[in-house]
């Protein structure tokens, strides 16, 4: 958990931990509890340890198929056909974690690309 300190001179960083930031079932609108971290009094460090939070992770398959086929003697061709994150499970990015911006704490607004097809050729000579 991070913060903008708004004090010249003040060091900015991590969050004071209030109290407990784990959420029973987190969800993309809500990761985690951003009322458990609060902005340190000036002049002072957070206590909010590294990686004290999680975010959800990924879990992808991919999967690719190919044929080759032989036209003449040393002419090859190749059909390939390559499928990224083949059951288009949703990977979801970090939530927020600037507790300058309490609008967006422990949101999630980012996820990686959906299934991904692709086909192609390749001559071999």
């Known amino acids: 958990m991070t ?10 960083g991590r969050a004071q931990l ?5 959420l029973s079932n987190p969800t993309i609108d809500g ?3 951003p009322a458990a971290f609060a902005v340190p009094a000036p002049f002072t ?18 999967f690719s198929v190919y044929k080759n086929i032989n036209v003449l003697e040393k002419l090859r061709l190749q059909f390939r056909s390559e499928f990224f994150n083949l059951f288009n499970k949703p990977n979801f ?5 600037n507790i300058s911006v309490p609008s967006q ?3 999630i607004r980012s996820a990686a690309p959906a299934r991904v097809i692709q086909f192609g050729l390749r001559l071999t000579f």
Do not use: C
């Not at 913060?3 to 900015?12: H, L």
């Not at 209030?18 to 784990?22: K, Q, S």
């Not at 957070?46 to 991919?62: E, H, M, Q, R």
């Not at 990015?93 to 974690?97: K, R």
């Open 105 to 107: 704490v422990g949101l």
């Open 3 to 12: 913060f903008n300190s708004t004090i010249q001179g003040s060091p900015a």
């Open 31 to 33: 990761w985690f509890n």
């Open 45 to 62: 460090f957070g206590n909010s340890g590294k990686n004290i939070l999680t975010g959800p992770g990924a879990v992808t398959f991919d």
């Open 93 to 97: 990015g970090n939530p927020a974690s």
């Open 18 to 22: 209030v109290g407990d930031p784990h």
